[in-house]
């Protein structure tokens, strides 16, 4: 009997070595494996007056020198639009770049994008005038959603009436400075006793911009975190449009950069928000006309955002 005890409690501790010795090795490959990255640029002309080869096509070039990473460029002339399921299928952050064709990508293609970030699929980050892209727009929203049930309690929440409405329904419409700041929430208890949420959506902009080429000087507001990695206190940008706050969107979890102007214009420029089991990151400096993206510093907080994202790290 002892002996056959001890053959047990061998046999017992080889297959506990094993299945450790497997774990391991798949944990080290999983780590090995290259964050899949694909950046998706509208690719509009004006951009090569700045940008030889597109803006989008800039980006990519520049990671796809950087380790660990594996970089494909799609734009909105490829096949579905460079957004089909083969294509987001094998992707763990999606980079985008729109502008003027923003409307040509349909909400049902934004919220697919949704689904998978929230499922922890893939990230968005969202560059400059991506703040009226599609997929940033059905992001956005649905963080609002989010946030307008959360002060219900959990019964509440399970029977609550989500009423939807858009205070600007003609898209592209700028806020004014005095306009309420959506999203925002009021609520109302029914005879039923269901609570009514209506949601006035964000609209995904601010009351100003210039695109006068003037410099930006940017603060690094959170310098430990991984996006700040490398990133100086202070950094200035040569050429840039300028954006005004208030910015039209959910409250961001986190603001690591923020932005100025020297007439006194101000922009929360480095903003990430948690949605679902991915996360959302919206890099404000930028156009199409200005090399934004041939600036060092500008191209790092984008490789230091590929790569924190793709951790799949909740918001502390």
């Known amino acids: 009997m002892a002996q056959l005890t001890t053959k047990l ?3 017992h501790t080889r297959l506990v070595a094993v299945t450790c010795l497997i774990l391991a090795c798949a944990l080290q490959m999983r780590a ?4 899949r990255v694909v950046i998706w640029d509208e690719q509009q002309p004006q951009q090569l007056i700045a940008y030889s080869n597109f803006l989008g096509n800039t980006i990519a070039a520049y990671l ?6 594996t970089v494909t460029s799609k ?5 579905n639009q460079g957004l089909g399921a083969e294509v987001l ?3 763990d952050v999606l980079v985008w770049w729109g502008h003027v064709r923003q409307t ?3 909400p049902a293609t934004g919220q697919d994008i949704v689904r998978r970030i929230k499922s922890g699929k893939l990230a ?3 560059l400059h005038s991506a703040h009226w892209s599609t997929p940033f727009v059905e992001a956005m929203k649905e963080r609002a959603r989010e946030d307008a049930l959360k002060p219900l309690s959990p019964e509440e929440r399970r029977n609550a009436v989500l009423v939807e409405t858009n205070r600007y329904p003609k898209f592209f419409t700028a806020p004014k400075y005095d306009d309420f700041i959506t999203p925002f929430a009021w609520y109302r208890k029914q005879p039923d006793g269901k609570v009514q949420v209506t949601l006035a959506t964000p609209n995904c902009c601010f009351p100003a911009y210039r695109p006068d080429a003037m410099p930006s000087h940017v603060r690094t507001l959170l310098p430990k975190h991984p996006i700040a990695r490398g990133i100086p206190a202070e950094f200035s940008i ?3 449009e300028m954006y005004n706050e208030p910015f039209h969107v959910p409250p961001p979890d986190q603001v690591i950069f923020e932005e100025r102007w020297a007439p006194g214009e101000w922009f929360r420029s480095g903003s990430l928000w948690q949605l679902g089991e991915g996360k959302v990151f919206y890099f404000r400096p930028g156009h199409e006309l200005y090399p934004v993206f041939k600036e060092a510093t500008c191209l790092q907080i984008v490789n230091n955002a590929v790569r924190w994202l793709a951790l799949k790290e909740s918001i502390q």
């Open 9 to 11: 409690l061998t046999i």
């Open 32 to 35: 090995a494996s290259p964050v």
């Open 64 to 69: 796809k020198q950087q380790p660990g990473l």
């Open 75 to 79: 734009r909105l002339n490829d096949p």
């Open 89 to 91: 299928d094998a992707c």
């Open 104 to 106: 040509e990508i349909t």
């Open 124 to 126: 968005l980050i969202a």
């Open 238 to 240: 040569p050429q840039t």
